[in-house]
């Protein structure tokens, strides 16, 4: 990929913000949460953004297309895009620009589909409102990008609804459909954030060769670092609106001046002490358990788990292996077809409505996406403060007291967030309301959807710090559920690897992530990005030049549990 070095200068920027500035309101009042920011991209670069939640990554990436969110306004400096000045640019010019010549892949894909029509007529309608395609000539150019982005059935896929796909691959049919008007630049706002770490390898690829191919501009906004350094040419290093660092990939990654800087790249140095797990009755057991949706294939076959008391049991695998539909049967939202579950040592009724208030306080989840798990028009007191009436009780000054305690915990400061609407709140701080609506019922077990995968390194770091403290003092066990390999390692007491619906090994944490691994298990730990300069091309030449949109590495089906 050529660099702005070697390639931007004897040509103009596609893209120059010049002192950018941007407010957002809160209580009623304006303040500035970017201060101006300057930004110079040319055709064929791609420019990485970082920085912890909060930094101004997502609001940057959306003024490059004249756009500020609900709650935003930009107020001051230059947006130019292709020499058109986007700030003072008729309305209408900037609306056919969106979508057309500069797309954006939102981070949750869950809240950008219309859950009420079909993939591919999403995708369709773009290149077909701006009469870039006919519409057949579109749905095949979906397939053909559903093939590069690994997508399971690439020719019907694209028929389906999006709540009929999982999280990861309705993220891969979104950066799909940001591509098929062919844009000069895409916004990639956490685009992997959803993915398992062997489809993250295919996906980075594709994109890689999208803006090779297509000569295409990006901004690839991550708080991952180790990502970012595969993808970008540059790096520019935020934090609270302002710029702290700016250089090649290559400088920032290997020789970072400033302290924050070399604070992003030391993180995840917490790990969890390993310790035997106790000889008692599990919290909960899980025994023979098979489950599908209405009349598919078996989504999962022959679960047996269990779950001790203050325990943390790990469940990794790639996208659709089972995971989440896992979690699904456990609370109830899925009864399962075969088996049963077994919570305190009494029969857990397989469906949420047979479930007594007391079952469903003891057993909580937070969800991985918080923007489809928030309600738009509840407060973050609202919010956090249901189950604490719900469960406890609690009213008037008891209940506001417990939710200022609740914030507090996960590291919102209460004065600043208990009146504000999820609109108001970026995508890590939306997910630590999720995680102190969960504290708020004081459950027994909860089950962790992807709860740090939406989280800058930094905050995600101290929220499984906030986990395992609270695990140590009240008690809780938790499953939790993710592809993140730095986090197992942080929080796991054991770790279950699932792949197609099975369980294919499980054991405790150091013995699974100890060589030799199961090959699935290999696969896996293998695919997890370093913070090396060309460890994805590196990786793929290794593989035998595979390339995205190829068949990945076999695995010999599903094979036994490896205790």
Aim: glycine share 8%; net charge negative.
């Amino acid at each position: 990929m050529p660099s702005a070095d070697t390639s931007g200068e004897s040509r103009a920027p596609l893209l120059t913000m010049t002192g950018l500035r941007i407010e957002g309101q809160a209580d009623d009042a304006w303040h500035e949460i970017v201060h101006g920011i300057d930004v110079v991209l040319h055709r064929g670069e791609v420019l990485g953004l970082i920085g912890e939640s909060g930094a101004g990554k997502s609001t940057i990436g959306l003024a490059a297309m004249g756009f500020a969110r609900p709650g935003c306004r930009l107020t001051g400096g230059d947006i130019v895009f292709d020499g058109v000045e986007l700030r003072s640019a008729p309305r209408e010019h900037n609306r056919l620009l969106r979508g057309a010549r500069i797309a954006y892949v939102a981070q949750s894909a869950a809240a950008a589909f219309n859950p009420a029509h079909r993939l591919i007529d999403q995708f369709t309608e773009a290149p077909v409102h701006h009469k870039v395609s006919s519409r057949s000539r579109a749905e095949a150019d979906a397939k053909d990008l559903y093939r590069r982005l690994q997508l399971p059935e690439p020719e019907t896929i694209g028929y389906r609804y999006p709540h009929q796909v999982s999280g990861g691959q309705l993220q891969r049919a979104m950066v799909a459909m940001a591509m098929a008007c062919r844009p000069d630049l895409i916004v990639f706002d956490e685009p992997t954030t959803a993915l398992d770490v062997t489809t993250q390898i295919e996906v980075l690829a594709a994109i890689k060769d999208v803006v090779r191919q297509f000569d295409t501009a990006a901004i690839y906004i991550s708080h991952d670092l180790a990502v970012v350094a595969q993808m970008a040419d540059r790096i520019m290093v935020l934090r609270h609106g302002n710029l702290v660092e700016e250089g090649t990939a290559d400088r920032i990654v290997n020789h970072p001046q400033e302290d924050y800087t070399q604070r992003l790249l030391a993180v995840r140095s917490y790990q969890k002490p390993t310790g035997e797990a106790p000889e008692e009755e599990p919290l909960l057991r899980i025994e023979g358990v098979s489950a599908r949706y209405r009349r598919s294939a078996r989504v999962l076959e022959s679960i047996d788990l269990s779950i001790g008391r203050q325990r943390t049991v790990a469940i990794v695998g790639e996208s659709g292996s089972g995971k989440s539909t896992l979690a699904r049967v456990v609370t109830g939202l899925l009864p399962p077809e075969e088996g049963s579950l077994t919570f305190d040592g009494e029969t857990l009724a397989p469906a949420l409505a047979q479930r007594s208030r007391e079952k469903l306080r003891c057993l909580q989840m937070i969800h991985q996406m918080p923007d489809t798990a928030l309600n738009p028009r509840h407060r973050a007191r609202d919010v956090v403060g249901r189950p604490l009436s719900f469960y406890s009780g609690l009213t008037g000054r008891k209940r506001e007291d417990r939710v200022r305690e609740l914030l507090d915990m996960v590291e919102l400061e209460p004065d600043d967030f208990i009146d504000r609407f999820p609109a108001e709140l970026s995508g890590g701080q939306k997910q630590r309301v999720c995680i102190a609506r969960a504290l708020a019922a004081e459950p027994e077990l909860i089950i962790c959807d992807e709860v740090t995968s939406a989280l800058d390194q930094l905050v995600a770091e101290r929220v499984l710090e906030l986990l395992q403290r609270l695990q140590d003092d009240l008690g809780v066990s938790y499953m939790f559920i993710t592809h993140d390999f730095a986090t197992v390692r942080a929080i796991s007491d054991e770790i279950v690897v699932m792949f197609q619906g099975r369980i294919v090994e499980h054991g405790a944490r150091n013995a699974v992530l100890t060589p030799p691994h199961h090959a699935y298990t290999e696969l896996l730990l293998s695919s997890v990005p370093e913070m090396e300069i060309g460890w994805l091309d590196r990786t793929l030449t290794e593989r035998g030049g595979h390339e995205a949109g190829s068949e990945k590495p076999s695995t010999g089906g599903a094979p036994p549990v490896q205790e």
